[in-house]
């Protein structure tokens, strides 16, 4: 998980010390070599008399090995570790010659308590930023496979190690959701995807899947209709985390969007862009994700995490604009477009998870309007909640973790916007306006025993075309830390 060394190693081909805003620097514990303490402190003083305002600087000591000087500010607020290990893995990324590097984390020269949890963070920082998704590329293996290995320089090394384990149990909930997004829809389709879930029992999770004959079984017509034109079988997989087993508290409950591909249906979507389409279960991957970091970490909570999993194909067999579907919940939908699709594959998710675990809370997450995207751009996901308490503590673990949140109404008049003439409600507003609103509105209706809930519209956060500070382009895995936080700071 991670690799420690007494001291520098001569070979290394780069490392790492650190420094306050004073600009001052001491190896007190020697583990530099004097020749080497000498160059890097004059180093670092003349950074201070040209004022450099840079936060990450080097030094070449010799044609095989350099100096990185990262300077750390003495107050800082919330994600700053993290950001800062980011920030260092592009600086080193940069240099094409740097496989290994070593991080003289005492070199800050503050209390052990501030070493552990800053560098803990800092280093996941460091990891989140380095993932990359490569398993399809052919060409070139070796240097797209290289990786930048790091090595820790600390008296606190199982101080640190105990830090980590938290953060590190966050960080492959991460990389797995990550994963799930990245693969190709030829691959991962419904099947495979429950199959994998399936794989998760070995860290203590229990797994159920239900197919399509369970399904009719139990009434899930809104999300079975949404699949029907598809050659691949639809499946709904629930995923239990008993963290607190003797305790009779309501468990907490996620529940996530899985479509797995969706053209739209036959609402066919535009050719342009439509590959993107197979980020359409991110949703449900954060879920996953999610659950998977609750193991690791053994958080002590019970939760559940729901997933529908579906395709939306034209084929012959598709759901047609003008269906009307009877709910697991018994309302009729009077599906209008076939590519409103995530709120039917939701409503039999959010009602079924409702009956039957009786939840604290239910959270769904979900890639489900585009109009989310004109509100908030890819800077904050949409918040719908009946349950300002939870909205609140949303609000806050997302400020926390820099996964930001911000909460659009609900209202009753927006009811009339998805009022159908001949069913209990259709899937979209056709009057014009307020689509995430009346999306998120939509769902609401199918949460039947006022349980506390909030809707996450993830749709402009799941995916980026552009590096981020904890991301390096693609697929995020937004909401996985926000929701780990939320846990950790509210419920556990």
């Known amino acids: 998980m991670l690799s420690f060394i007494g001291s520098l190693s001569q070979k290394t081909e780069a490392f790492v010390v650190f420094i306050k805003n004073d600009y001052k620097f001491k190896d007190k514990k020697g583990v530099l070599s004097k020749d080497i303490s000498k160059r890097v402190e004059s180093f670092v003083a003349s950074l201070k008399s040209k004022k450099n305002q840079n936060e990450i600087n080097s030094i070449d000591l010799s044609d095989r090995q350099k100096c990185i000087i990262v300077k750390i500010n003495n107050n800082f607020k919330n994600a700053y570790p993290q ?4 920030k260092l893995f592009s600086f080193i990324k940069k240099y094409k010659e740097i496989g290994e590097v070593e991080f003289y984390i005492d070199s800050l020269g503050v209390e052990k308590e501030r070493i552990v949890k800053f560098f803990s963070e800092f280093v996941y920082g460091f990891n989140l930023k380095s993932y990359t998704f490569n398993k399809y590329k052919t060409l070139n293996k070796k240097k797209i496979s290289k990786k930048i290995s790091f090595r820790l320089i600390t008296s606190f090394k199982e101080e640190i190690i105990n830090s980590y384990k938290y953060y590190h149990a966050i960080k492959e909930g991460v990389f797995l959701a990550r994963d799930l997004v990245s693969e190709p829809p030829n691959i991962l389709t ?13 860290h203590g999770l ?5 197919n399509e004959k369970e399904m009719k079984k139990l009434g899930m017509n809104a999300l079975l209709g949404v699949g029907q034109g598809s050659l691949n079988e639809s499946y709904l997989v629930t995923i239990e985390w008993n963290g607190k087993k003797n305790s009779k508290a309501k468990p907490l409950a ?4 899985g479509v797995c591909f969706d053209t739209g249906g036959i609402s066919l979507k535009p050719a342009k862009f439509m590959e993107e389409m197979k980020y359409d279960m991110a949703g449900s991957a954060v879920v996953v994700g999610l659950l998977k970091s609750f193991a690791l970490r053994k958080a002590k909570i019970n939760a559940i995490g729901v997933v529908g999993l579906v395709e939306n194909m034209p084929g012959g067999n598709a759901q047609r604009p003008g269906d009307i579907v009877k709910s697991y919940a018994g309302k009729t939908i009077e599906v209008l477009n076939t590519d409103a699709e995530g709120r039917l594959v939701l409503a039999d998710a959010l009602s079924f998870t409702e009956k039957k675990y009786k939840p604290e809370f239910i959270i769904d997450l979900a890639t489900l309007t585009g109009a989310i995207i004109m509100s908030l751009g890819e800077e904050y996901a949409g918040l ?7 909205s609140d503590k949303i609000f806050k673990s997302g400020e926390l973790v820099d996964e930001k949140v911000w909460r659009l109404p609900l209202h009753k008049n927006y009811d009339k916007l998805i009022e159908s003439a001949i069913a209990d409600v259709q899937n979209i507003n056709y009057s014009g306006g307020a689509g995430a609103i009346t999306a998120a509105q939509f769902l609401q209706r199918f949460i039947l025993k006022k349980t506390s809930w909030a809707h996450l519209d993830i749709a402009g956060m799941a995916f980026s075309k552009k590096a ?9 895995g937004f909401g996985v830390r926000l929701l780990n936080k939320l846990v950790k700071e509210f419920y556990e």
């Open 468 to 476: 981020a500070s904890l991301n390096p382009g693609g697929a995020t």
């Open 83 to 86: 950001d800062m290990g980011g």
């Open 384 to 390: 719908f909640s009946n349950d300002s308490k939870l």
């Open 254 to 257: 996620f529940v996530g969007k």
């Open 190 to 202: 419904p099947k495979v995807y429950s199959q994998k879930i399936k794989q998760l029992s070995k």
């Open 206 to 210: 229990k797994v159920k899947i239900y």
